[in-house]
């Protein structure tokens, strides 16, 4: 197995999923080539799909949401603005208490009232670049990848296969490692404090 490198970069990922499956690297996305052109329609919609089969710790991010005008269908009291960048609403929460919700495209309904000085927040998923990552999600994501890219480049069903089978298993490790953290059940409040006494930070 070849070597995994230690990458900061979207192309850097990709070129050691490519170095699994025999495939010469890639200089980026948009090059005039074969591989160029699968890469980039599998690297995103790869990583969409990881990050949201799972809660992972590092990609969590806690937003609070802007009530909109929109009516909510019955019984829901109130809409909610997700961020762009949210994926996977995880949990609600009014006030820091977990709370039901439902999602309507890129609104969340809740029962909040419109008079209602409560305030709602989202735990969500959202996109990681690469230096997020901790090793055991880039080792399972690169595998991942690297079963994706393997059938259109390679046309080896086996080979493909093969990928599909390691990766799955990483991925397997790698939720145990991640879920070593512990569950959130109330929301901490103080976080965004935090956040926004350190500029986000």
Do not use: C, H
């Not at 990609?59 to 996977?88: I, M, S």
């Not at 298993?169 to 939720?175: E, G, H, Q, T």
């Not at 953290?181 to 350190?198: N, V």
């Amino acid at each position: 197995m070849a070597t995994l490198s230690v990458s900061d970069s979207d192309i850097k990922v990709t070129n050691a999923a490519l170095s699994l499956i025999g495939i010469p690297p890639i200089v980026s996305f948009v090059e005039s080539s074969a591989t160029a052109d699968a890469a980039n329609r599998a690297y995103a919609d790869t990583l969409e799909g990881v990050l949201s089969m799972y809660p992972w710790r590092f990609a969590q991010e806690n937003t609070e949401l802007v009530r909109v005008l929109d009516e909510p269908p019955y019984p829901w009291e109130g809409f909610y603005q997700l961020p762009t960048k949210a994926k996977n609403v995880r949990n609600v929460f009014v006030d820091g208490n977990k709370t039901k919700f439902d999602i309507y495209g890129r609104l969340v309904a809740v029962m909040v009232q419109e008079t209602s000085p409560a305030k709602v927040t989202a735990v969500y998923s959202r996109m990681v670049n690469p230096s997020e990552w901790p090793g055991y999600f880039r080792e399972a994501f690169i595998m991942r990848l690297a079963s994706r890219l393997a059938l259109p480049l390679t046309m080896d069903f086996d080979l493909s296969n093969q990928y599909d089978q390691r990766s799955a298993n990483m991925l397997r490790f790698a939720k145990s490692t991640d879920a070593q953290g512990r569950t959130q059940s109330k929301l901490d409040t103080k976080a965004f404090i935090r956040a926004r006494r350190t500029g986000g930070r």
